[in-house]
């Protein structure tokens, strides 16, 4: 008796493992690479589970992984043929011989011309290449960033908008020297973040013939500002100079007080808003000014679809489902970042934020208006990563004094040209 | 119980060591004479050939190559294009008339490294290693504190160092706290290549202490007794008894420090990563940023660079088996 028990309890337990393995065979997996800026990452899971709830064929896996793990693993993968089917990245340049034009697996593809045009660009391999790639997680914009407290302290008002570099650099100064605070600004150690202001200076970046020269005379007034308030004191030089190898943000030193005013962007809302909290007043201050634009640049990061994914339909109808605008709408809440979708930047989406952070949401948003279609092309050219690594590298070498600012600007230029012919031997 | 245990522990015990006979019995029925020692190093030979020499046969294509394709059948072939070019220069001393100026950078970087890294550490080492040789108060204690950094990882140490070493790091901290200013002290080019050295050293001094240490102590007693008793001053021992039979431990000191500090890479980018500029850029790192962290990869520029390198670190090893080679005639001699 116990026996046939036992052995129909195993027929049993042996008939809903076949059944589940057989289900879960069906279900097309889809494997995303992620990294967080805030919580971009969890957000994208709850979505995704309620997305799976309609839509038991589909299996999601988010696997979160830190920002330089996506830069120099995924890539490699790729290259191996053992991507991720979708992975958030930021420099689209590098995926992109392996990126998959999703067109036939849209519902809609007329819709997301139109909702994430202006952005859309920015993930093909040039002029001539139409195809959608992915969606945009957010779309950042760079701006400075105010310790308002120390202004107020100093008793120094906050630059208005139009105010130049040049205001923005002496009214640090003056704050740090009244609040002996030890520097007045810190900028992000990234040539996107350099490039801003470089544009407002009037560089241009492009030429007509299409090959980037990058340094002209507004580039080389940006240049040489910068070098000079990092040799003065007015920048905090430890962030450019003291770590060589790629990016480093001044967060740390602006969340500790130990800086007036801090050249980041949107992305950073949501360690304003946790880790300062209302530790000290902080602002988001109007994109600075000069001779020829009032610009930060435009960038952020997006889901891409590879082409080595096995389920190219359903990874379509889960980025249809991200792209649609209540979801899209809900996920830009949940993450606190700004939307690329063109509608929804019209609109006013409801926070959930502080008053300061829904100030600073706003204010990112203003800065948004003042960026310049020049600023835009720059972000999606497929020589953006090369030009502001280049610039990153020669003018912390500038900064240090280890070569002179002209010996500096020729290496970017023929940093640039030696990329771009890398990139070119087929 | 504990014998039936013990019985069933032999049976199985027996049975595992006679696995290999029938097929060792069989092979040495079949494999001619001399052909047998294969069988054992096959299974290496096999591991070193994939994991060893194949990577290095790629990496000589890889050499011959361009563009940043990863896979070797989407490469153009280049020929010496990339060695042309990391070699391009108009003045050798001045890395900033170079066409690849970081490599030159790297270069000269490591050359300079090397000579002060080595030639310090082996002073240090050798310091140590005579006073831990020496019956001090707690020598036990001292031998083990001075091994500790060995036990860890380049990148804790580098960690360590840099909590103690960044702009409001404990050094500062405590600089400010006996009434002094702060010092920037990865912030100066010499002075950042400078802690580069020490943290180095510092890291690996044990080790190579250890090693002279052992040297120190095979050294005969009897000898130092002998030069005790015709009053041989202190430093006429070190010089005539101590150095001379210490050499072959020096040697192996010399030559494992000089090839470990070519190959300086681990603590170095995670305590300055490369900078202030390029000036704690190394040749490793200089090989990992062109081939593995730029955003634009030129796997073959990394793969000319590392053969380069490869080269000198042969040309090391050979001077090290030549060393060998001479120390162990003198000592037959």
Known sequence: MLASVSLRAGVATAALLALGAAASAEAADIRIACYSDGNECPATKTLAERFMKDNADIHITIDEMPYKQILESVPVQLAAGNGPDIA?????????????????????????????????????????????????????????????????????????KGATWDDWAAAALKVAKATKTPYGMAWDRSGARFSGPAISEGAKFFYSAGHPPVVDAGFKAMAAKFVKWNQDGTIDKDVWVSTGGGYRDAFEEFANGKIAVYLSGSWQLARLQKQIGDGFEWTIGAAPCGPAACTGLPGGAGFVAFKGTKSPKEVGRFLDYLASEPVYAEWMVMTSNLPANVDLQKKKLDYKLSPAGVAAMTAFQDNATTLTPLAYKLQGSQLSRPMFNATVDRISQAISGQITLDQAYERITSDVADAAAAKAKK | MLSTAARWFGRLYALVMNLPERPMRWAQGHLPDGRLGWLFVGPNLAIFGVFTFLPIVIDFYYAGTGGTNLLPTERPWVGTENFSSLLACKDYFDPNSCVRDQFWYAIWNTSKFVVLQVALMLVFSLTTALVLNRKIIGRGFFRAAFFYPVLLSPVVVALIWKWVLQRDGVLNAALVGGGMQPVEWLLGARSAFGWTVFVSIWAHMGFYTLILLAGLQAIPADIYEAASMDAAPPWRVFRRITLPLLMPSVLVVFVLGLIRAVQIFDEVYVLTGGGPGSATTYLVEFIYNTGFSSQVRQYGLAAAASLLLAGVLLVLTLVQLRGMRGTKGDSRG
């Open chain 1, 88 to 160: 958030r990245v930021s420099d689209f340049a590098q995926v992109a011989p392996y990126q998959l034009d999703l067109t036939p697996y849209l519902k809609d593809a007329a819709y997301w011309q139109q909702a994430y045009g202006p952005v859309l660009d920015w993930m093909r391999a040039g002029p001539e290449d139409k195809g959608i790639y992915g969606l945009m997680t957010q779309l950042t914009v760079s701006a400075p960033i105010v310790n308002k407290t120390l202004f107020d302290q100093a008793g120094v008002p906050v630059p208005a």
